[in-house]
């Protein structure tokens, strides 16, 4: 996997912890940044339409939540 993965999450979310669970699992590499500490890009996933965290961001793809489908495909 050479794409960089960075991973919004927010503390005690359920989906978040999920999120890093799974990718740990499959031992693919990401940054792990706290929502609450980026305000700016809260408000710009927002404005996109990303109302659920965490919000995944891969060079290729963009997304919201736990996906598990999504997650496979990396």
């Known amino acids: 996997m050479s ?5 919004y999450g927010r503390p005690n979310c ?3 912890n999920a ?5 740990d699992a499959k031992g693919i590499n990401y940054i792990k940044l706290d929502l609450t ?3 700016d890009m809260a408000t710009k ?7 659920q965290a965490p919000v995944v961001v891969v ?3 963009l997304w919201s939540g736990f ?3 999504k997650i496979s495909q990396l």
Request: some cysteine.
């Open 45 to 51: 996933f927002r404005s996109q339409g990303h109302m």
């Open 3 to 7: 794409e960089k993965i960075t991973v």
């Open 59 to 61: 060079e290729s793809d």
């Open 67 to 69: 996906r598990p489908d």
């Open 14 to 16: 359920v989906q978040c």
């Open 19 to 23: 999120t890093y669970r799974a990718l």
């Open 37 to 39: 500490e980026h305000e």
